[in-house]
């Protein structure tokens, strides 16, 4: 079997999630979504133990451009070493991220103002069963959010 993919012109290769302008940093592990003509990016980086950032941007312009760009940092948790980071969007616009903070837990962040300020909301993963998580995958569905995720070397429930 043989399946060929193709794309209208113009598709852009290597799109930068944020302005890198020494392009110091390898992004990878990138999630996206679109919604009504807005594009919405995060990825994680390579350096993710000395740079503790989630790199986010937003088109408006069915990716064109990414005039909303920056480095999502949350300081909070005492944990540097953030991975795996995944975005969606319910029914309501809102803007929900999940952040996987080194292999101990997993956190949800809302933004209700399509990406410009974020708030802590909760924590995904049940601390109680002593396991280290990894790979969290979302999908929202009007506005329930499924959360899944592996979870190795802790008691099973």
């Known amino acids: 079997m043989i399946i060929l993919l193709l794309a209208d012109l113009p ?5 930068r999630v944020s302005n890198d302008n020494q392009q110091i940093i390898n992004q990878g592990e990138s ?17 993710r133990s000395t740079i503790p ?7 408006d312009d069915l990716g064109n451009s990414f005039p ?12 540097t070493w953030h991975t795996d980071p995944v975005i969606g969007i319910g029914d309501s616009r809102y803007i929900h ?11 949800h962040y809302l933004s209700k103002d399509r990406g410009l300020t974020w708030s ?38």
């Open 11 to 15: 598709f852009y290769p290597n799109v």
């Open 31 to 47: 999630s996206f979504v679109v919604y009504k003509g807005h594009i919405y990016a995060i990825c994680n980086i390579a350096e």
């Open 53 to 59: 950032a989630i790199p986010f941007s937003r088109s």
């Open 68 to 79: 909303i760009n920056y480095n999502f940092v949350d300081n909070t948790t005492g944990v």
């Open 97 to 107: 991220m999940i952040v996987q903070f080194y292999t101990y837990y997993i956190k």
């Open 120 to 157: 802590d909301t909760s924590f995904v993963t049940d601390l109680s069963t002593g396991g280290d998580v990894d790979k969290p995958w979302m999908v929202i569905r009007g506005e329930i959010i499924y959360v899944s995720w592996q979870e190795f070397g802790g008691t099973s429930r």
